[in-house]
Structure formats: C-alpha cells, structure tokens
C-alpha cells in the first residue's frame, strides 16, 4: 500500500523559512516523479512544484520561483520542500503527491505575525 | 499557462439522477493529459480519471471522462450519496499543471 506521510508544517512568521519532509513507503520511490500541491483555507488546489525521479529536473508555479526548493533523497524515500522568504498568501495545507495518483494527508502551514 | 475554467460552479441534483461537469482550457492540452479528481472535506483530492478518459484503479464504472483538445466533460451516470464532494479538472501536459476552480457536486 502506498503511503504518503508530510511532516514540518506549522506556524511561521512573514519572512521565516519552513521545510516540508514527506516520507513515502510502498512503491519504489526511486522510480516515480513527486509534486507538491496546496490548498489555502476555503479554496481550491495549486500545484507547486514537480521534482523528476532522479531529482535532475524541477519545476515550479511561477508564485514560489526563487523562494522554494524542492527536493528528494531516494536512499531515504524522502521528498522535501525548502520554503523560504514565507508570505502570508502561503498559507494552506501542502500534499505531496506520487504524481498525481496517490496523496498524502496533508501538513498544515501558516504564515501570519 | 493554461487555464481551465470549470462550469458550472455549483450543481444540485438528488441521488439517482446523471451528472455532468464541464471543463474547458484555454488552449489545447497536450496528449489528452487532462485529469479529475474529487475531494471531500478534510480529505486530500482523490484521482478519479486521467489521461481524459481512462479511469483510475477501484474508480466506479459511472464515472466517465471524455473529451480532447480544450473541452473535457466528467459524467457520473447515476449518482450516489457519496458522490456529492468537489469535483476538480487538472492538466499536467504543460508546465504549471494547473487546476480548474472546482465544481461542488450537492444534494438537492
């Protein structure tokens, strides 16, 4: 069974940074592009950002480009998510997502003094 | 970047009638790589459909996808209690993979 777990999330204040760890178990995460979505409060989904399965190519909504990084290490089953330079529009709750078919439950983040 | 715009906004329709959700792009998708997804709250989104048509593994055989280049339709024959949640298009052919505003699917 493929699971999806994020961890990190929480409170943070304009201007700090996060990062966002999703651990997967399951399936062979070496083998599968990742991605990160979000959704703020009451609103609909925002795909973030894509990380091929070698790690080699990324891509990003242009709103995060410059202030997030996306991330993965294959020996660990790991996908993470380095946020920086937080605005408070960047609150919502991020899934990380083994492509598009499988979801994790979802970490909370808010940004607000 | 691609937008889709789903219609309508909001759709009331009671148990056992036929759905019909509308989702247009902007310009054409590439490869039919247009996706759906249902979500209910609390819960992350939940692949229904990819690829326009093909359903996704456990998915029901009354829901159906079609469509191609800029208009897609997702069908639900006859609906069932648990089938009233959000409903969502997305295109992963081109970078963004962008996401329609949703379609919530209520009882009337």
């Known amino acids: 069974e493929v699971q999806l777990v994020e961890s990190g999330g929480g409170l943070v204040q304009p201007g700090g940074s996060l990062r966002l760890s999703c651990a997967a178990s399951?399936?062979?995460?070496?083998?599968?592009?990742m991605n990160w979505v979000r959704q703020a409060p009451g609103k609909g989904l925002e795909w973030v950002a894509y990380?091929?399965?070698?790690?080699?190519?990324?891509s990003y909504v242009d709103s995060v480009k410059g202030r997030f990084t996306v991330s993965r290490d294959n020996a660990k089953n790991s996908l993470y998510l380095q946020m920086n330079s937080l605005r408070d529009e960047d609150t919502a709750v991020y899934y990380c997502?083994?492509?598009?078919?499988?979801w994790g439950q979802g970490i909370l983040v808010t940004v607000s003094s | 970047e691609i937008v889709l715009t789903q219609s309508p906004g909001t759709l009331s329709l009671s148990p056992g009638e036929r759905a019909t959700l509308s989702c247009r792009a902007s310009?054409?998708?590439?490869?039919?790589?247009l996706a759906w997804y249902q979500q209910k709250p609390g819960q992350p989104p939940r692949l229904l459909i990819y690829?326009?048509?093909s359903r996704a593994t456990g998915i029901p055989d009354r829901f159906s996808g079609s469509g191609s280049g800029t208009d897609f339709t997702l069908t639900i024959s006859r609906l069932e209690s648990e089938d009233f949640a959000v409903y969502y298009c997305?295109?992963?052919?081109?970078?963004?993979?962008?996401f329609g505003q949703g379609t919530k699917l209520e009882i009337k």
């Open positions: 997502a083994r492509k598009f078919a499988d």
């Open positions: 997305q295109q992963y052919g081109s970078s963004p993979y962008t």
């Open positions: 399951g399936f062979t995460f070496s083998t599968h592009p």
């Open positions: 690829g326009a048509s």
């Open positions: 990380i091929s399965s070698s790690g080699s190519t990324t």
């Open positions: 310009q054409s998708v590439t490869s039919s790589s």
